[in-house]
């Protein structure tokens, strides 16, 4: 969090109102709901640790990773600290119930740990994890990425970063890298067509295709899509683009597979710097992390690659939405 103190005079914090109870899918998201926790966001971004501490003290955020994450547990954990809070769970099934002898369900485990904390978060290789956690859970559920659903936080952080650098979403079309299968894709396609994104573009791994459901959410918002062959192509067609692993991991996985990464990236999907200082200089590129050869540290220090930056405003946007839910919860 910043370490950028402000004065005791730093403006009150915004006053919570009714997002939904979970945070599971943004296909109910309506765009003043992601105007809420990005107003929270910005707020935070200003504050000092002092006033942040005061936002939800001693509020307990449950952490329930089946997968593997570095980012969005470490975010969230940082982020209920920063408000006052703190977290207890686990990243690591087998020392639980659930991975042992007992394969305890995800619902008991839920209503478990929900008994104990104020909020969870939840990370899990199936699909419909968090909306069978959010059935049976006492406290709101955040999805920290299910199955290949959706990754609605990673979505709404990177809206965020988008949106400060266009100013504003509606209009624009988007670049996306990698599998548009994947669960990171539904949740940005659904917050594009809540801002009535123009389009998107994608330029995808050979042998991946837009999945019906992902048409129909672009059909249904008017939103225009089609394919680019190469980045250099990608570029020149769009306002921003947003990046995610190239060669991605099976999300339906929990452990590490002994897995032997592709040697070299084809140069086509590469945005490395002598691309980037050629072509779509004034294109700002994100990268949900982790990333890989087809964003190379290279181009870290180019101003218009904010992959960093959306790392470090995780923790805001996360803090703000833990906030927003545990207000809300608590007027319930
Ligand atoms: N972006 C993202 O989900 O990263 P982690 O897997 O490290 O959480």
Redesign the pocket.
């Given at each position: 969090m910043t370490q950028q103190l402000m004065s005791a005079q730093a403006p009150p914090a915004p006053p919570a109102t009714g997002l939904p109870r979970h945070a599971v899918s943004l296909s109910s998201w309506r765009r003043a709901d992601y105007e809420r926790v990005w107003e929270r966001a910005e707020w935070m971004l200003g504050s000092s640790t002092e006033t942040l501490a005061r936002t939800a003290p001693g509020a307990l955020l449950g952490v329930l990773f089946y997968q593997?994450?570095?980012?969005?547990?470490l975010s969230f954990e940082v982020a209920a600290r920063r408000i006052g809070g703190s977290s207890v769970g686990f990243c690591d099934v087998t020392t639980t119930r659930a991975g042992d002898f007992y394969q305890e369900s995800l619902e008991d485990t839920v209503r478990v740990i929900g008994s104990y904390a104020d909020i969870l978060v939840l990370r899990h290789t199936d699909d419909d994890a968090a909306e069978r956690a959010a059935a049976v859970s006492p406290v709101p559920v955040v999805s920290a990425?299910t199955g290949d659903r959706e990754?609605p936080t990673?979505a709404m952080l990177d809206l965020w970063v988008l949106r400060s650098k266009l100013d504003s979403l509606t209009g624009v079309t988007v670049g996306y890298v990698g599998d548009p299968a994947c669960r990171y894709a539904r949740s940005l396609v659904h917050g594009l067509a809540t801002f009535h994104a123009a389009g998107i573009v994608f330029l995808s791994p050979d042998g991946t295709r837009v999945p019906d459901d992902v048409r129909a959410t672009l059909a249904r918002a008017r939103m225009s899509w089609r394919t680019a062959g190469s980045a250099t192509e990608l570029l020149r067609a769009v306002d921003a683009v947003t990046i995610i692993p190239f060669e991605l991991s099976d999300f339906h996985e929990s452990a590490v597979r002994s897995h032997t990464r592709s040697a070299r990236l084809d140069q086509r999907f590469v945005f490395d710097a002598g691309l980037l200082s050629r072509t779509g200089t004034g294109v700002p590129l994100i990268h949900?992390?982790?990333r890989g050869p087809e964003l190379p540290p290279e181009t870290d220090d180019l101003p218009n690659v904010h992959y960093f930056e959306g790392v470090t405003k995780g923790v805001h946007l996360r803090a703000a939405l833990l906030a927003e839910l545990l207000a809300g919860h608590r007027r319930r």
């Open positions: 593997n994450s570095t980012r969005t547990r990425g990754h990673q949900t992390g982790p």
